[in-house]
């Protein structure tokens, strides 16, 4: 539940929407072979544009205030997204990212991502400083 500050000594709680998706990173589009599969090149540019567009166009659709996604790798969310559009094209309009990506085996940055809706999620500056994680 989010807060909308206190009052009369009491805290009111108010209910947010949350979405989760798994992006699947560009680097597991292949077949597996382990399951019988051939293995075939990583996506093309044309199909992971389609995919990613899919995904933003469904977060700015249903406006959720907090979104996780999986496997979520700098094609979709570079490190350095501060708004604007995404590398396929559509703009999230709203959020803040926080992000967290590792090196993965095959030598791509990867990972999951925190998005939150600006405006439904704000500082709580009556904390200490040495609390806020930025």
């Given at each position: 539940m989010a807060s909308n500050g206190e009052t009369n000594g009491k805290t009111d709680l108010l209910p947010f929407r949350a979405m989760t998706w798994?992006?699947?990173?560009?680097?597991?589009?292949?077949?597996?072979?382990?399951?019988?599969?051939?293995?075939?090149?990583?996506?093309?540019?044309?199909q992971r544009n389609n995919r990613h567009t899919i995904v933003a166009n469904t977060i700015n659709r249903e406006m959720p205030d907090?979104?996780?996604?999986?496997?979520?790798?700098?094609?979709f969310l570079p490190s350095d997204w501060e708004g604007g559009p995404l590398p396929c094209g559509v703009e999230l309009?709203?959020?803040?990212?926080?992000?967290?990506?590792?090196?993965?085996?095959?030598?791509v940055m990867e990972g999951v991502a925190i998005l939150l809706r600006r405006g439904v999620w704000e500082l709580d500056t009556s904390l200490p400083q040495e609390a806020w994680c930025r």
């Amino acid at each position: 539940m989010a807060s909308n500050g206190e009052t009369n000594g009491k805290t009111d709680l108010l209910p947010f929407r949350a979405m989760t998706w798994n992006v699947l990173a560009s680097a597991h589009t292949k077949w597996n072979t382990a399951h019988g599969g051939e293995r075939m090149a990583e996506e093309s540019e044309c199909q992971r544009n389609n995919r990613h567009t899919i995904v933003a166009n469904t977060i700015n659709r249903e406006m959720p205030d907090v979104v996780m996604l999986q496997e979520v790798d700098v094609r979709f969310l570079p490190s350095d997204w501060e708004g604007g559009p995404l590398p396929c094209g559509v703009e999230l309009r709203g959020y803040k990212a926080y992000r967290s990506y590792a090196l993965t085996r095959s030598g791509v940055m990867e990972g999951v991502a925190i998005l939150l809706r600006r405006g439904v999620w704000e500082l709580d500056t009556s904390l200490p400083q040495e609390a806020w994680c930025r």
